[in-house]
């Protein structure tokens, strides 16, 4: 399965204010229009799952269920191997299907409060949780499409792995310290895009890019 990426960046390429900040603490700063909100679930929903890595979890304690819409049935995705998301996080509050990528090494109790949530625990191998499994559990239990709502490490390692398909690029009208979280974090070889659309909701932008063939 391809993943589409989904992220809000300041030009200059920085998704959260600070590290280990929660990126939603810039919505008091920009205060953006209704349109950017529902530009942003509108693209959830053209998918049948989200996901988010474990540290946006972490920081912004997200619901990631505000897209829900009659007739579509949100469902959300991490993966988290250690079992750091604590008990009384939102993502673990029953409300939506919810997917968690472990490992053999994932702690039973951990495995436990999954089970006790509900939660599907999604197997990825037994070092490194290894995306390529993550992905396939998805596939095997129903979600033939996913978007990736970051973090940077996350998406870098969609984008070094081959999964990334497009990405939803929502270009905030902010300038951020370039010492926090990268949309795409750590290095790499240059990746030629092509845009597909753009639109503009109030001074932002919303840009669609896929790969350029040129880039396998
Ligand atoms: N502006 C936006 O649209 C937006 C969207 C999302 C997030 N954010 C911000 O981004 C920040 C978090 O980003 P982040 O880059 O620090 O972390 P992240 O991508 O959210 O999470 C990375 C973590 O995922 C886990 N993981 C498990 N398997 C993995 C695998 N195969 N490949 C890669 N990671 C794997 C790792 O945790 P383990 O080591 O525990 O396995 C890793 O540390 C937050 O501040 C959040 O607010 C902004």
């Known amino acids: 399965m391809r993943v589409d990426i989904l992220t809000a960046s300041s030009i200059n390429g920085i998704i959260t204010p600070g590290r280990g900040v929660c990126s939603h603490d810039?919505?008091?700063?920009?205060?953006?229009?209704?349109?950017?909100?529902?530009?942003?679930?509108?693209?959830?929903?053209?998918?049948?799952?989200?996901?988010?890595?474990?540290?946006?979890?972490?920081?912004?304690?997200?619901?990631?269920?505000?897209?829900?819409?009659?007739?579509?049935e949100v469902v959300r995705a991490t993966i988290d191997s250690a079992g750091r998301i604590p008990p009384g996080f939102r993502f673990f509050d029953g409300s939506v299907r919810t997917l968690v990528g472990v490992t053999d090494s994932t702690p039973d109790f951990y495995r436990r409060l999954l089970e006790e949530r509900g939660v599907e625990a999604v197997p990825c191998g037994s070092g490194r949780p290894e995306l390529s499994?993550?992905?396939?559990?998805?596939?095997?239990?129903?979600?033939?499409?996913?978007?990736?709502?970051?973090?940077?490490?996350?998406?870098?390692?969609?984008?070094?792995?081959?999964?990334?398909?497009?990405?939803?690029?929502?270009?905030?009208?902010?300038?951020?310290?370039?010492?926090?979280?990268?949309?795409?974090?750590?290095?790499?070889?240059?990746?030629?895009?092509r845009l597909e659309a753009?639109?503009?909701?109030?001074?932002?932008?919303?840009?669609?890019?896929?790969?350029?063939?040129?880039?396998?």
Request: glycine residues 12%.
């Open 26 to 72: 810039l919505v008091p700063v920009l205060n953006p229009p209704r349109e950017l909100w529902e530009a942003k679930y509108e693209v959830r929903r053209r998918h049948d799952a989200v996901l988010v890595g474990s540290n946006t979890v972490l920081s912004n304690d997200p619901t990631m269920s505000s897209h829900a819409a009659p007739g579509y």
């Open 133 to 193: 499994l993550f992905l396939a559990g998805l596939e095997e239990r129903g979600v033939r499409t996913a978007v990736c709502e970051g973090g940077g490490i996350l998406n870098r390692a969609l984008l070094d792995q081959g999964f990334l398909g497009r990405i939803y690029l929502l270009l905030l009208e902010v300038i951020l310290d370039a010492g926090s979280v990268n949309l795409f974090e750590g290095p790499g070889a240059p990746v030629p895009l």
């Open 198 to 216: 753009l639109e503009r909701i109030g001074e932002s932008v919303l840009l669609t890019y896929a790969k350029s063939t040129s880039s396998g």
